[in-house]
């Protein structure tokens, strides 16, 4: 046989071959769902992203192992590493998308505002759960997007009521000093308008303070001047090991970091383990457990741990493996409310964007889930796409964290117009219109 | 034009001043913090300098040398000799330094043999450009190696070197960073004296001077070359430590840090080491000063800038640097 000959034998098997494993494919495909993980397991923040991302596939992989997937319907997941890079992060959902993913989770604020526009475009829901564009917590004008189970700015606005609880009530911040040391961002100047919102109503004074990304090591100018203003309390909205230093120059300065509270990615073990009894009294916002409580822990150990896989077992039940677990719980109670209405087995990411609209979670279901102890009820609806879930406060207690105050309500009488507001100045930029028939 | 003039004049000069004026303790906490934080450039610089003066290659791998090295002896002690000996003593830190050492020797015998073999009597810039490539290649094999260990704490009770404030006449000051400033003293004079006075020295210096000469008057270049990239490794390791210590671990985010010690090499002069202190010194004292008081008007976040702008001023006017050799070449 010559070349020629078997060069278009081969030709022709590929012919026949392709359409053949294309459409084996395409029919184990409408078995399964896909949804696929953008993770930082490299780069500078890689500490907080290797845990979430361990979280997130270790669920997908407990639920597949003991239930068979959702409904009967297998769960195939891919990751996209993207290293907390924005573009490596658009990149990574453009590669997914033509997968039909049935929802996508950014994990990333910067990432997240550039699929906003897409999103609707491609029908993918995008769930950036505590994170993302606060304004999309208003589903009116954002439909394809969704932050529950609270948004940057109902978290500052719990704070606050927090702060007001421990001074003895919201009025007692008149005159108080309430500072803000962020990641110089997108995700860092998040929560800015709010709080000097507040400040107006409740008359505290406010000032911010910008870590830009190569000086998070460093902080010390920061700090001086904080300590010079001497506030009250201040707040934190860092990432990755800014978090750390902040807190280690909190104590240098003398700053009292029973005083310091830190948004909920200002949280994890490993801003505070390092430190160990050196970060004793730190505080930090949260929705869900900081530990290896429940359920679905031992599930996860059971089906997944035990039977040789899973990523690292030391990291279950930390705070931000617990995040990804938690976040990849909402997607699949999506799916599977959106299999349940569909009455079939796959579900394409409209009608789980639908079902997310619907979703609600009480304590019963999260129970029945293996979530009970692990995270509140949440109730999301076509206009509230986040849920306004109730913030909880934990502490470093020098080894571990936990829980000192649950349940601190955001001030939605505050942060719900200026959501709306904020909406329509964010729609209109993008050329929507208000959904109407949406409450 | 007069009003921006004056403007100019109350935002970086007069306001200042009077601050200053009003608050003198303030300021002077800022220097003493900007200082200790200029020895711990200074203390990245040297590695460079080492190396290009001995060499002649600007390494710009050095910093990540410097968290290498730091997460190797971090992943000895940890990971390998507590859990195996779990003496409390010291003894562990000591042989996980001595092992973080090897390693640092076995990385300059790979860059000896693969990288500054292959590439001898190249142009300055070809060499410059395979330490870019050093650079990346240990970043990525670091992650992979050490992934598990960033972001430790780095044993530093097992020195003995003690964390927390003190006070000097009411200025507070880091433990940490007076260390690194003491750690910073010895090594400067044991390098002068290396350089100055021993016949290792004088044949780096042969080297750096000229390649081929050095070779034929019988100095060993490929042993020259991996004994100066061993005493960097040393220095990356314990700048690597001292950064780790004041930061509170160590992790790869810590190369940005790292790399301020350019400018500080713009300032001082790529081949002097007492520049190279002083450069660290002017710049943490500097960036310290301008972001503290030009920040209402400039804005935060002077830091991040501050030094590159210094360094490029430098350059316009004395490109040798503030200590540098001044080059005169024959047309």
């Given at each position: 046989?010559?070349?020629?000959?078997?060069?278009?034998?081969?030709?022709?098997?590929?012919?026949?071959?392709?359409?053949?494993?294309?459409?084996?494919?395409?029919?184990?495909?409408?078995?399964?769902?896909?949804?696929?993980?953008?993770?930082?397991?490299?780069?500078k923040y890689?500490v907080?992203?290797?845990?979430?991302?361990?979280?997130?596939?270790?669920?997908?992989?407990?639920?597949?192992?003991?239930?068979?997937?959702?409904?009967?319907?297998?769960?195939?997941?891919?990751?996209?590493?993207?290293?907390?890079?924005?573009?490596?992060?658009?990149?990574?959902?453009?590669?997914?998308?033509?997968?039909?993913?049935?929802?996508?989770?950014?994990?990333?604020?910067?990432?997240?505002?550039?699929?906003?526009?897409?999103?609707?475009?491609?029908?993918?829901?995008?769930?950036?759960?505590?994170?993302?564009?606060?304004?999309?917590?208003?589903?009116?004008?954002?439909?394809?997007?969704?932050?529950?189970?609270?948004?940057?700015?109902?978290?500052?606005?719990?704070?606050?009521?927090?702060?007001?609880?421990?001074?003895?009530?919201?009025?007692?911040?008149?005159?108080?000093k309430i500072g803000l040391i962020f990641l110089e961002s997108?995700?860092g100047r998040?929560?800015i308008?709010?709080?000097?919102?507040?400040?107006?109503?409740?008359?505290?004074?406010f000032k911010d303070y910008s870590v830009p990304g190569k000086e998070m090591e460093k902080q010390q100018a920061q700090w001086r001047k904080i300590v010079k203003w001497k506030p009250d309390y201040m707040l934190m909205w860092g990432w990755g090991n800014m978090n750390r230093v902040a807190i280690r120059r909190a104590t240098e300065f003398g700053f009292p970091l029973n005083k310091f509270i830190g948004v909920?990615w200002s949280g994890?073990?490993s801003d505070t383990k390092p430190l160990g009894k050196l970060a004793k009294g730190y505080r930090a916002?949260?929705?869900?457990?900081?530990?290896?409580?429940?359920?679905?822990?031992?599930?996860?150990?059971?089906?997944?741990?035990?039977?040789?896989?899973?990523?690292?077992?030391?990291?279950?039940?930390?705070?931000?493996?617990?995040?990804?677990?938690?976040?990849?719980?909402?997607?699949?109670?999506?799916?599977?409310?959106?299999?349940?209405?569909?009455?079939?087995?796959?579900?394409?990411?409209?009608?789980?964007?639908?079902?997310?609209?619907?979703?609600?979670?009480?304590?019963?279901?999260?129970?029945?889930?293996?979530?009970?102890?692990?995270?509140?009820?949440?109730?999301?609806?076509?206009?509230?796409?986040?849920?306004?879930?109730?913030?909880?406060?934990?502490?470093w207690?020098?080894?571990?964290?936990?829980?000192?105050?649950?349940?601190?309500?955001?001030?939605?009488?505050?942060?719900?117009?200026?959501?709306?507001?904020?909406?329509?100045?964010?729609?209109?930029?993008?050329?929507?219109?208000?959904?109407?028939?949406?409450? | 034009?007069?009003?921006?003039?004056?403007?100019?004049?109350?935002?970086f000069?007069?306001n200042p001043a009077?601050e200053i004026?009003q608050d003198p303790a303030y300021f002077i906490q800022n220097v003493a913090g900007g200082l200790m934080v200029g020895i711990l450039y200074s203390l990245v610089a040297l590695g460079?300098?080492?190396?290009?003066?001995?060499?002649?290659?600007?390494?710009?791998?050095?910093p990540?040398?410097a968290i290498?090295?730091t997460?190797?002896?971090?992943?000895?002690?940890?990971?390998?000799?507590?859990?195996?000996?779990?003496?409390?003593?010291?003894?562990?830190?000591?042989?996980?330094?001595?092992?973080?050492?090897?390693?640092?020797?076995?990385?300059?015998?790979?860059?000896?043999?693969?990288?500054?073999?292959?590439?001898?009597?190249?142009?300055?810039?070809?060499?410059?450009?395979?330490?870019?490539?050093?650079?990346?290649?240990?970043?990525?094999?670091?992650?992979?190696?050490?992934?598990?260990?960033a972001n430790s704490p780095v044993?530093m009770e097992?020195l003995?070197m003690e964390i927390g404030p003190f006070f000097v006449g009411g200025v507070m000051f880091q433990k940490v960073d007076a260390t690194a400033a003491a750690v910073a003293a010895?090594m400067?004079?044991?390098?002068?004296?290396?350089?100055?006075?021993?016949?290792?020295?004088?044949?780096?210096?042969?080297?750096?001077?000229?390649?081929?000469?050095?070779?034929?008057?019988?100095?060993?270049?490929?042993?020259?070359?991996?004994?100066?990239?061993?005493?960097?490794?040393?220095?990356a390791?314990v700048s690597g430590l001292m950064w780790g210590a004041s930061a509170g671990a160590v992790d790869f985010g810590m190369v940005f840090v790292a790399l301020k010690a350019l400018p500080v090499l713009?300032l001082g002069?790529?081949?002097?080491?007492?520049?190279v202190i002083i450069g660290g010194l002017i710049i943490g004292v500097g960036e310290r000063i301008a972001e503290i008081y030009w920040s209402p008007y400039l804005g935060d976040s002077i830091e991040s800038w501050f030094a590159y702008i210094l360094a490029?001023?430098?350059?316009?006017?004395?490109?040798?640097?503030?200590?540098?050799?001044?080059?005169?070449?024959?047309?």
């Amino acid at each position: 046989m010559n070349i020629r000959k078997l060069g278009l034998r081969i030709l022709a098997a590929a012919f026949v071959a392709v359409p053949v494993w294309e459409a084996s494919v395409t029919a184990a495909q409408a078995d399964s769902i896909f949804i696929p993980q953008a993770s930082y397991r490299t780069g500078k923040y890689s500490v907080n992203g290797t845990p979430f991302a361990n979280g997130f596939d270790d669920y997908l992989a407990m639920l597949n192992v003991r239930d068979g997937g959702i409904e009967g319907v297998t769960i195939d997941t891919e990751e996209c590493e993207f290293g907390y890079v924005t573009d490596k992060g658009v990149e990574c959902y453009e590669r997914f998308k033509s997968k039909k993913p049935v929802a996508y989770t950014p994990l990333s604020t910067g990432v997240t505002y550039k699929l906003v526009p897409k999103a609707a475009v491609d029908k993918i829901p995008v769930l950036s759960s505590g994170y993302g564009m606060s304004a999309a917590a208003d589903g009116r004008w954002f439909p394809w997007v969704f932050n529950f189970p609270t948004s940057y700015w109902s978290q500052a606005s719990a704070f606050v009521r927090y702060i007001g609880e421990l001074e003895g009530g919201l009025d007692k911040l008149k005159g108080k000093k309430i500072g803000l040391i962020f990641l110089e961002s997108g995700y860092g100047r998040e929560p800015i308008p709010l709080l000097k919102k507040l400040a107006e109503k409740y008359g505290y004074e406010f000032k911010d303070y910008s870590v830009p990304g190569k000086e998070m090591e460093k902080q010390q100018a920061q700090w001086r001047k904080i300590v010079k203003w001497k506030p009250d309390y201040m707040l934190m909205w860092g990432w990755g090991n800014m978090n750390r230093v902040a807190i280690r120059r909190a104590t240098e300065f003398g700053f009292p970091l029973n005083k310091f509270i830190g948004v909920w990615w200002s949280g994890a073990d490993s801003d505070t383990k390092p430190l160990g009894k050196l970060a004793k009294g730190y505080r930090a916002g949260n929705w869900h457990a900081p530990d290896a409580c429940c359920d679905v822990h031992k599930d996860i150990l059971k089906h997944v741990y035990d039977k040789g896989n899973g990523h690292d077992k030391a990291m279950v039940g930390q705070v931000l493996y617990n995040r990804g677990v938690v976040t990849a719980m909402y997607i699949t109670e999506a799916v599977r409310d959106a299999i349940k209405a569909n009455g079939g087995k796959a579900v394409n990411g409209e009608q789980v964007r639908d079902a997310m609209e619907k979703m609600s979670i009480d304590a019963a279901r999260l129970k029945g889930i293996g979530f009970e102890g692990f995270t509140s009820p949440i109730k999301v609806s076509c206009a509230d796409h986040e849920g306004s879930g109730p913030v909880v406060i934990q502490e470093w207690d020098g080894e571990k964290w936990v829980i000192i105050k649950r349940d601190v309500k955001p001030l939605t009488d505050v942060v719900r117009p200026m959501l709306e507001a904020a909406a329509v100045t964010e729609g209109e930029k993008l050329g929507y219109k208000k959904r109407d028939n949406c409450s | 034009m007069l009003e921006f003039i004056i403007g100019l004049y109350e935002g970086f000069l007069a306001n200042p001043a009077v601050e200053i004026w009003q608050d003198p303790a303030y300021f002077i906490q800022n220097v003493a913090g900007g200082l200790m934080v200029g020895i711990l450039y200074s203390l990245v610089a040297l590695g460079y300098v080492l190396i290009y003066k001995a060499s002649g290659v600007f390494n710009f791998a050095q910093p990540m040398m410097a968290i290498f090295a730091t997460l190797a002896l971090i992943m000895f002690h940890d990971k390998v000799l507590f859990p195996a000996i779990g003496t409390g003593y010291g003894l562990t830190i000591v042989l996980a330094i001595i092992g973080s050492m090897v390693m640092m020797l076995i990385l300059a015998l790979l860059v000896e043999r693969l990288m500054l073999r292959p590439l001898v009597n190249q142009p300055e810039i070809i060499l410059f450009m395979a330490t870019i490539g050093l650079y990346y290649f240990l970043e990525g094999f670091g992650e992979t190696m050490f992934n598990k260990i960033a972001n430790s704490p780095v044993p530093m009770e097992s020195l003995g070197m003690e964390i927390g404030p003190f006070f000097v006449g009411g200025v507070m000051f880091q433990k940490v960073d007076a260390t690194a400033a003491a750690v910073a003293a010895v090594m400067v004079i044991l390098l002068a004296v290396m350089f100055q006075k021993t016949s290792v020295g004088r044949a780096l210096r042969a080297v750096a001077d000229d390649h081929q000469a050095a070779l034929s008057v019988g100095i060993p270049l490929s042993v020259m070359w991996v004994v100066v990239w061993v005493v960097a490794g040393a220095v990356a390791l314990v700048s690597g430590l001292m950064w780790g210590a004041s930061a509170g671990a160590v992790d790869f985010g810590m190369v940005f840090v790292a790399l301020k010690a350019l400018p500080v090499l713009i300032l001082g002069g790529f081949t002097s080491i007492p520049g190279v202190i002083i450069g660290g010194l002017i710049i943490g004292v500097g960036e310290r000063i301008a972001e503290i008081y030009w920040s209402p008007y400039l804005g935060d976040s002077i830091e991040s800038w501050f030094a590159y702008i210094l360094a490029l001023i430098v350059l316009i006017y004395r490109p040798e640097g503030l200590f540098g050799e001044k080059l005169i070449e024959r047309i």
